[in-house]
């Protein structure tokens, strides 16, 4: 991928993971438009970067995704890359029920059904576009499931397998498929399960992260992985299995 001269849709691009890459994409000379629920984030972000457009838009909403794709289109003609961040993540006891997965946001539509909905809508606009991409950001979680997240872990998994498919499916439209499979960041994201487990906190930054996605998206890698899930991508399921066992022992 050439990272110069694109026009980038970042979901959820006002903080962690994507703001970073929103940051690195803008530095290496692609303009860059980020969207998320929050108009102050967006704004926060937009003070540090004038050059970023903002756009509010809540990807589990199929009305605020038709309105988000409708608004890219006609103000970006040249839109040709489109990055699936966003993400939520929540804790799931099922011993209680479904009582805790009632009681909360959906990640089914936030982590997985948002990345289908907006790729088929953006598909039609980015066919015969130079440099046209869809970059998904899944998970390690996605190979290696936290049992303590069970639909986190479900929706990475099934974002995998989508990209897997969509990359086959788009090889004659001139449409690259890139999975960005994070290891543990330290961002927001889950802060109340992170809390939960005594302040746990990653030790590798979103900018260290994000850095070295974009070596590997300007090598044409389609499915980043650093560090553990850079194991993961290529474990046998006896590996796995194992790396299964160790995390959901500890949690
Ligand atoms: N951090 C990790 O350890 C880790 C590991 C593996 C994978 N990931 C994945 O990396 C991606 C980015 O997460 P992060 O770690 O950078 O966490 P984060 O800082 O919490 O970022 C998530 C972003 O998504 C946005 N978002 C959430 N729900 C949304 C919705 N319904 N519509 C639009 N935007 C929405 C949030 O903005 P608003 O709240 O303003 O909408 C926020 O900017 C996620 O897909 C996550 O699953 C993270």
Redesign the pocket.
């Known amino acids: 991928m050439n990272l110069k001269g694109n026009t980038v849709l970042i979901?959820?691009g006002?903080?962690?993971?994507?703001y970073a890459l929103a940051e690195d994409f803008l530095k290496a000379g692609s303009e860059v438009i980020i969207?998320?629920?929050?108009e102050e984030?967006l704004l926060e972000a937009q003070k540090k970067h004038p050059e970023f457009k903002i756009k509010k838009?809540?990807?589990?909403s199929d009305a605020e995704r038709a309105e988000l794709v409708q608004w890219a289109v006609s103000n970006f003609k040249n839109l040709n890359i489109l990055v699936n961040?966003?993400?939520?993540?929540r804790d799931i006891d099922f011993k209680k029920g479904i009582a805790e997965y009632k009681a909360g946001p959906n990640e089914i539509a936030?982590?997985l059904e948002a990345p289908i909905v907006l790729s088929g809508m953006f598909i039609p606009y980015l066919t015969g576009k130079e440099g046209a991409a869809i970059i998904n950001?899944s998970?390690?979680?996605g190979f290696v499931p936290a049992a303590k997240m069970p639909v986190y872990s479900a929706t990475k998994a099934g974002l995998h397998v989508f990209s897997m498919a969509l990359r086959h499916q788009l090889k004659t439209t001139g449409i690259k498929v890139y999975e960005v499979i994070?290891?543990?960041?330290d961002?927001?994201?889950n802060a109340e399960g992170r809390a939960s487990r005594g302040g746990y906190k990653?030790n590798l930054g979103?900018e260290e992260f994000a850095a070295a996605v974009m070596k590997k998206l300007e090598a044409d890698v389609f499915e980043i992985g650093y560090g553990m899930t850079e194991n993961s991508i290529n474990a046998s399921r006896a590996d796995l299995n194992k790396s299964f066992e160790q995390m959901n022992s500890r949690w």
Request: with cysteine; net charge positive; charged share 15%.
């Open positions: 979901t959820g006002a903080s962690g993971i994507g969207c998320g629920r929050r984030k838009c809540d990807a589990a961040n966003a993400g939520i993540q936030i982590n950001v998970s390690g979680l994070p290891p543990a960041v961002t927001d994201l990653a979103p």
